[in-house]
């Protein structure tokens, strides 16, 4: 992880800690550049990346505010913490359905940018809240940077061993929404019936230096699903 990046997750927790609400204002750029010991620049760049977020927003010459106002129960589109991080406050548990290493098809090759003969691991999961079925994930990691899974770490935060155990910056998600009907066999995972809708998700996860290691496929239980996207542009 880059320092600004530290930086703005520094200030995200502050901002909870201290359950600020929106309009809340937050230290100045100044203090900010002081209790962290770093350049104006580098606090511009952590403020820049909570302002895409929607965590903060600035007005100059009056300061920098609080804008996140988290609905309950609703899923961050854009967030970068990780599943688990987002939903620290709900028991969320995952079931393990499968676990292997193969070769990628096209479809995943050309998502992880890697050649038809090299490995994947793939795993497959549903992830529950407080036992309720939320979303069937089909995961694709590029076996050349993510070089050992197993099933305890796939049922937990994966994100926090990719980081953590593995040492890895992670940088920026591509993802791609999509709007269908539900097959056999994901409504039978899901408790719904085929041909019900589905909202699935495309996740396509790169390191800082630009190198995809994950493709996802996410499906949602619609019954269960609510999400969010907080823009810091007029939505017409």
């Known amino acids: 992880m880059l320092k600004y990046q530290h930086i703005a997750n520094e200030i995200e927790k502050y901002i909870e800690k201290h359950a600020?609400?929106?309009?809340?204002?937050?230290?100045?750029?100044?203090?900010?550049?002081?209790?962290?010991?770093?350049?104006?620049?580098?606090?511009?760049?952590?403020?820049d990346l909570l302002e895409r977020k929607g965590i903060i927003f600035q007005v100059r010459g009056s300061g920098i505010f609080v804008r996140r106002h988290k609905r309950k129960g609703y899923i961050n589109l854009i967030s970068n913490q990780g599943f688990k991080k987002d939903h620290e406050n709900f028991q969320i548990t995952s079931r393990i359905i499968q676990l292997d290493i193969r070769k990628p098809t096209r479809e995943v090759a050309l998502n992880l940018n890697i050649e038809f003969d090299d490995d994947v691991y793939y795993g497959k999961r549903v992830r529950y809240i407080h036992g309720e079925t939320l979303c069937l994930e089909e995961l694709?990691?590029?076996?050349?940077?993510?070089?050992?899974?197993?099933?305890?770490?796939?049922?937990?935060?994966?994100?926090?061993?990719?980081?953590?155990?593995?040492?890895?910056?992670?940088?920026?998600?591509?993802?791609?929404?999509?709007?269908?009907?539900?097959?056999?066999?994901?409504?039978?995972?899901?408790?719904?019936?085929?041909?019900?809708?589905?909202?699935?998700?495309?996740?396509?996860?790169?390191?800082?230096?630009?190198q995809a290691f994950n493709f996802s496929k996410v499906t949602y239980n619609y019954e269960r699903s609510q999400f969010a996207i907080q823009m810091n542009s007029y939505y017409f």
């Open 140 to 210: 694709y990691f590029n076996k050349s940077i993510i070089t050992y899974l197993n099933n305890e770490i796939i049922s937990e935060s994966i994100l926090s061993y990719i980081k953590e155990g593995l040492g890895l910056k992670v940088g920026f998600t591509d993802t791609f929404l999509h709007v269908d009907k539900l097959t056999s066999e994901e409504a039978t995972y899901l408790g719904l019936k085929k041909d019900n809708p589905k909202l699935y998700i495309e996740f396509v996860c790169h390191l800082t230096n630009g």
């Open 20 to 47: 600020l609400q929106q309009g809340d204002k937050i230290p100045s750029l100044e203090m900010l550049m002081l209790h962290f010991g770093v350049s104006k620049s580098t606090i511009t760049r952590s403020l």
